[in-house]
Nanobody, 127 residues
Framework: VQLQACGGGLVQAGGSLRLSCTAS??????????MGWFRQAPGKEREFVAT????????YYADSVKGRFTISRDNAKNTVHLQMNGLRPEDTAVYYC???????????????????WGQGTLVTVSS
């Protein structure tokens, strides 16, 4: 599975951006799966942002982005989006998309343990 992320850029505080991540290759057509977003700010560890379970669209967000960010999926295009509104300087980071199978023995929400990762896309929020 290959993941290709795009949509990063420079935006002023309070602005919006939409990130997209498309899966290709041997995708999860016979399995339910999860796709998520993580971010890593300079000098900090990578942190979980949001995730979505593909089959029913169940979502989960980090507290720091809840109410501002929305994760969604486009089944036909194997693409997950992250709509980011009300951006703050502290949202500045490299954002990564990730994906993994969703198996019945896994605990919800999946905030770690993803197998497939895309390249990062830089989001910079100026004050």
């Amino acid at each position: 599975v290959q993941l290709q992320a795009c949509g990063g850029g420079l935006v002023q505080a309070g602005g919006s951006l939409r990130l997209s991540c498309t899966a290709s290759g041997r995708t999860f057509s016979n399995y339910d799966h999860v796709m998520g977003w993580f971010r890593q700010a300079p000098g900090k560890e990578r942190e979980f942002v949001a995730t979505i379970k593909w089959r029913f669209g169940t979502t989960y967000y980090a507290d720091s982005v809840k109410g501002r960010f929305t994760i969604s999926r486009d089944n036909a295009k194997n693409t997950v989006h992250l709509q980011m509104n009300g951006l703050r300087p502290e949202d500045t980071a490299v954002y990564y998309c990730a994906a993994d199978r969703w198996l019945s023995d896994r605990t919800w929400p999946p905030v770690n343990g993803y197998v497939y990762w895309g390249q990062g896309t830089l989001v910079t929020v100026s004050s």
